[in-house]
């Protein structure tokens, strides 16, 4: 039980902990790209790309979507995936960039199976153009000439380790109940092997054997007695 918690424990930390999140400059009223390839070896594949650091499953807020041949959602015409699809290539171009398109980006791509996702976040950071003017962003909002910081989140924060601290609490208890009723059994057993061996020291019947074997005994001596009177009258 202790190699299972361990290795648990290991797993969520080393995957959770070593994340980080790949910071991408751009400029407001130019184009920004977020890179993000995957192996085609076993064919091509749907994914997509989102607002904010990956979820458990799909993306969250999301901006466009691949069936892996060619897109099939797109939130608004500035963004466009400009690689080629085929080869794996899904990086993101959001073209007329506004401060408020910074922040994080998480592009998955999906495979068959569980936890095969490939999950990367980016962090976008918009910078005012050059001459700190006031800038009218996607949305409608008018921005001033800020620098926005976004900090990554953090990793402990994350859905997935929920998920992987379930799997090793819901192992931990199946692997104690097992133990749990292996001993109950062996106790159950062994009371019982207890029990057939004091009924069978306490049976009527091995205790007349014992009688009849005493009885057997002595008659051997009295027959004995007997000779010895016998050869006493001569």
């Not at 949305?139 to 001033?144: A, N, V």
Request: proline share 3%; aromatic share 8%; hydrophobic share 40%.
């Amino acid at each position: 039980m202790y190699y299972w918690t361990a290795s648990c424990s290991f797993f969520p930390l080393f995957t959770d902990a070593v994340i980080s999140h790949v910071q991408v400059n751009g400029v407001v009223n130019q184009s920004a790209t977020l890179s993000c390839t995957y192996s085609t070896a076993s064919g091509v594949t749907t994914m997509c790309w989102g607002r904010g650091v990956c979820p458990m499953s799909q993306c969250s807020d999301v901006i466009i979507r691949t069936n892996g041949f060619l897109v099939t959602f797109r939130k608004h015409p500035r963004y466009k995936l400009n690689g080629n699809l085929l080869n794996g290539n899904v990086s993101l171009t959001i073209e007329n960039v506004a401060l408020t398109d910074s922040g994080l980006y998480c592009c998955r791509v999906e495979h068959r199976g569980w936890f095969n996702d490939m999950k990367h976040t980016l962090s976008l950071e918009i910078k005012p153009d050059g001459n700190g003017t006031v800038t009218l962003s996607s949305d409608g909002h008018w921005q001033s000439n800020q620098t926005h910081v976004f900090l990554a989140q953090n990793p402990w924060m994350t859905t997935s380790k929920g998920l992987y601290i379930g799997i090793c609490v819901t192992a931990v208890v199946l692997l104690t109940v097992l133990l749990v009723l292996i001993t109950k059994k062996h106790v159950y057993i062994r009371r019982k092997l207890e029990q057939l061996n004091l009924i069978s020291l306490s049976d009527p019947q091995t205790g007349a054997l014992q009688s009849a074997s005493q009885v057997g005994a002595r008659a051997e001596d009295n027959i004995y007695i007997i000779e010895d009177n016998i050869y006493i009258m001569d």
